[in-house]
C-alpha cells in the first residue's frame, strides 16, 4: 500500500478542507489500485470491443442486403444471397449481444472485488491510523468513505470503462466504415458533430470541482447525522433542535448547491448530445440525397450511412455518461486514497524487547506532551509507582489526568522525557505488548452487537462460564443478565435497554476477566449509584490487589485508601502523598476534599 502523505491537515473543526481536483491523477492511482484484476478488466475490454466491432460490421452487410433486394426488384430477388446475408446478420448481432454480456458479467466480478478489497484496505488502515487522526475526523466523515465513496467508485468503474471501451470502438469503427462507403458523407457526419466534442471537454473541465465538492459535503453532512444521532439526549436536554437543524441546513444547502452543479453541468451533455445527433442525421440525409440525384451513390448507401451516423453520434452520449461516472469516481477516489495516504503509525516491526512477567514497577521521568504542536498539556510530570501500589490521580478538569493514561497506554507518543515500565521504556516496547499488560475501564462505555458473554470475554480466550459469573457477581450484575431473555446469550441490541450503570458493570466485569498484570480505571464508578459503587469498590480492592493500578477519580472519597494521590493542576503535579498527609497539608488537595464534601453534606 502507497505511503506517500497527500492529505493536508484538517481545517477547523476537524473537518478536511477541498482537495485539489487531480482527474488524471486519481484514476492514475485508481488503475493501478487495481492491477491485480487487470486481467479480468482486459478481458471485458476486449469483450467490449469484439462485440462492438460486430455491431458495426452489421450496417455493411445490411447495406450488402437492401442491394440484393434493390437490385432483384426487376430480375429478380436472390433469395439464397438474402438468406445467407440474413443469417450472417444474425450470427453477428447474437455473437455481439454474448460479447457485450460477457462484458459485463466480467465487470461485475471485478468491480465487486476492488470493493472487498478496498473496504478491507480501508478497515485495516484505521488500525494503523494514530488517535490524532480520530480526534480531529469526525465518525461520519470516515464512515462515508468507507460505504458511500468506495460504492460510488464501484458502481462508476462498472457502469464507465465497458462503456466508455464500446462507445469509442463504435465511434471509432463507425468512422472507418463510413470513409469505406463514401468520404463526402462521412466529411459530413463529422463536421456536423464536432461542435458536441468542444462542448462535452468544456463541460468536463467546469464540473470536475463541482464532483470533488459534491463528495466532500457529504462526508461532512454524514459527520453531522452521526454526532447528532449519538447525541440526541443532549440535544433535546438542552432544546437544541433548531441549533442542529440550522447547522444541518447549511450542511445539506452546501451539498444540494455542489450536486446540482455536478449533475446539472453533466445533464447537459445528453441534451447537446442528443442535438448534435440530431443534426448529423439531417445533414447526412441532405447531402446522401444530393449525392443521390447525381448518380453518385446508391440508395443502399443512405441506408447504411443512417445507422453509421447512428452509431457515430450515440457513442457522443455513452462517452458523456462514461464522463459522467469518470468524475464521480474520481472525486471518490480522491478521498478514498487521501485516507489511505493518511501518516500512519510508525512501525514497530524491528522492535525486540518484549516484557512478559513484569512486576509493575511504572516511573514517569519528565515527561512532556501537547495533543498540537506549540501547546503544551504536560509539562514536567515526574512519578513513580511502585509494583501493586494504587496510584490515585486526581485534579480539576483539564489538568491531564485522563491524557496521562492516554500516555501509559501509548494513544500518543512523548514529546518529551520518557515513561518506564520495569526500568524499560515503554517506545522501546511494540504497542501491543504495553497494551497486553493492562486492563483498562474508562468512563465512556464501549459494547457492541453481540451476546452479554462476547461483550464479557471480549479478546480474552479461554474463558470459563464459572469465571464469567464470578466476574459479574462481583460487579452485582450477575442477577440482572439472569433476568434477559437468554441470560448470559443475550444479544446487546437496540431491543435490549441498558442503564449507563449497567453498561459500565459489564465493561468493568470485562476487566476483571482480562486479568491483566496492571489496572487503569478512568471515573470507572461514575455512571454507577451508590450502593453498586461500594459493591463495584470491593470487587475493585480485589481486583487491585498486588496489581499496580491507577485510578482516575473526581470522587475523592473512593480513593482515600490510595497508596500514593498525585494531584495535577495545569499538567504538573503540584502535591502528591496519601489522603492522610495531603489532608494534613491543608492545600490543593485538602480543599477540593473538603468541597466535596461540603457539597454531600
Not at 130 to 140: I, K, V
Not at 206 to 231: C, D, P, T, V, W
Not at 541 to 552: G, N, P
Request: hydrophobic letters at 45%.
Amino acid at each position: 500500500m502507497e505511503k506517500q502523505e497527500i492529505r493536508t491537515d484538517p481545517g477547523p473543526g476537524g473537518r478536511a478542507p477541498e482537495q485539489a481536483e487531480d482527474f488524471r491523477g486519481t484514476w492514475g492511482k485508481l488503475l493501478r489500485y487495481c492491477r491485480s484484476y487487470w486481467a479480468g478488466m482486459i478481458a471485458a475490454v476486449i469483450a467490449a470491443a469484439a462485440g462492438t466491432v460486430l455491431t458495426l460490421l452489421g450496417p455493411d452487410k445490411l447495406s450488402d442486403l437492401t442491394r440484393e433486394i434493390t437490385d432483384g426488384l426487376f430480375t429478380g430477388i436472390d433469395l439464397e444471397a438474402v438468406a445467407r446475408i440474413g443469417f450472417t446478420l444474425v450470427i453477428f448481432y447474437a455473437a455481439g449481444a454474448v460479447l457485450s454480456l460477457a462484458q459485463q458479467q466480467i465487470m461485475a466480478g471485478v468491480t465487486q472485488k476492488v470493493s472487498k478489497a478496498m473496504r478491507g484496505d480501508i478497515s485495516r488502515k484505521i488500525n494503523r491510523l494514530p488517535m490524532a487522526y480520530f480526534s480531529r475526523t469526525t465518525t461520519g466523515d470516515v464512515l462515508s468513505r468507507v460505504t458511500n465513496d468506495v460504492d460510488t467508485i464501484s458502481q462508476s468503474i462498472n457502469q464507465s470503462i465497458g462503456t466508455l471501451v464500446s462507445a469509442v470502438t463504435l465511434f471509432a469503427g463507425s468512422v472507418v466504415m463510413m470513409l469505406k462507403n463514401n468520404v463526402t458523407m462521412t466529411v459530413t457526419a463529422i463536421l456536423s458533430t464536432l461542435l458536441g466534442f468542444v462542448l462535452m471537454a468544456l463541460i468536463m473541465g467546469r464540473s470536475q470541482k463541482y464532483f470533488s465538492r459534491q463528495q466532500k459535503h457529504l462526508g461532512e453532512l454524514n459527520g453531522q447525522i452521526e454526532e447528532a444521532y449519538a447525541g440526541q439526549t443532549v440535544i433535546k436536554a438542552y432544546n437544541g433542535e433548531a441549533s442542529f437543524q440550522k447547522t444541518f441546513d447549511e450542511m445539506n444547502d452546501r451539498l444540494c448547491e455542489s450536486g446540482f452543479k455536478a449533475q446539472c453541468l453533466a445533464g447537459m451533455m445528453m441534451p447537446i448530445m442528443g442535438f448534435i445527433g440530431n443534426l448529423g442525421y439531417v445533414a447526412v440525409c441532405v447531402v446522401g440525397a444530393v449525392l443521390t440525384m447525381r448518380g453518385s451513390i446508391g440508395f443502399e448507401v443512405i441506408v447504411a450511412f443512417m445507422i453509421y451516423v447512428r452509431y457515430f453520434t450515440q457513442p457522443l452520449s455513452q462517452i458523456a455518461q462514461a464522463a459522467q461516472a469518470l468524475q464521480s469516481a474520481a472525486a471518490a477516489g480522491e478521498r478514498v486514497f487521501a485516507f489511505l495516504a493518511a501518516e500512519e503509525l510508525e512501525d514497530e516491526s524491528g522492535k525486540t524487547a518484549r516484557l512478559e512477567n513484569v512486576t509493575g514497577r511504572v516511573e514517569f521521568d519528565h515527561v512532556r506532551f501537547g495533543y498540537d504542536e506549540g501547546k503544551t498539556i504536560i509539562h514536567d510530570f515526574s512519578a513513580i509507582a511502585e509494583p501493586g501500589q494504587k496510584i490515585a490521580i486526581v485534579g480539576p478538569t483539564g489538568a491531564g489526568k485522563t491524557t496521562m493514561v492516554n500516555l501509559l497506554m501509548r494513544f500518543y507518543e512523548l514529546q518529551g522525557g520518557a515513561i518506564r515500565i520495569d526500568g524499560v521504556p515503554a517506545d522501546s516496547l511494540t504497542r501491543e505488548n504495553v497494551r497486553e499488560l493492562f486492563c483498562m475501564v474508562l468512563q465512556d462505555t464501549w459494547l457492541f452487537e453481540g451476546t452479554v458473554r462476547e461483550n464479557l470475554v471480549y479478546c480474552t480466550p479461554d474463558v470459563t462460564d464459572e469465571a464469567m459469573e464470578n466476574a459479574c457477581r462481583a460487579v452485582g450484575l450477575d442477577h440482572f443478565v439472569r433476568t434477559l431473555p437468554q441470560g448470559y446469550d443475550t444479544v446487546l441490541d437496540d431491543q435490549v435497554s441498558l442503564s449507563a450503570g449497567q453498561k459500565q458493570q459489564i465493561t468493568i466485569a470485562r476487566a476483571i476477566l482480562a486479568n491483566k498484570p496492571m489496572l487503569i480505571l478512568d471515573e470507572a464508578t461514575s455512571s454507577v449509584d451508590t450502593r453498586t459503587e461500594q459493591q463495584i469498590q470491593r470487587a475493585m480492592d480485589q481486583l487491585v490487589a498486588h496489581r499496580t493500578s491507577f485510578v482516575i477519580a473526581h470522587r475523592l472519597s473512593t480513593i482515600k485508601n490510595a497508596d500514593l494521590i498525585l494531584v495535577m493542576k495545569d499538567g504538573d503535579i503540584i502535591e502528591s502523598g496519601d489522603h492522610d498527609r495531603l489532608l494534613a497539608q491543608n492545600g490543593f488537595y485538602a480543599e477540593l476534599y473538603n468541597s466535596q464534601f461540603e457539597q454531600a453534606s
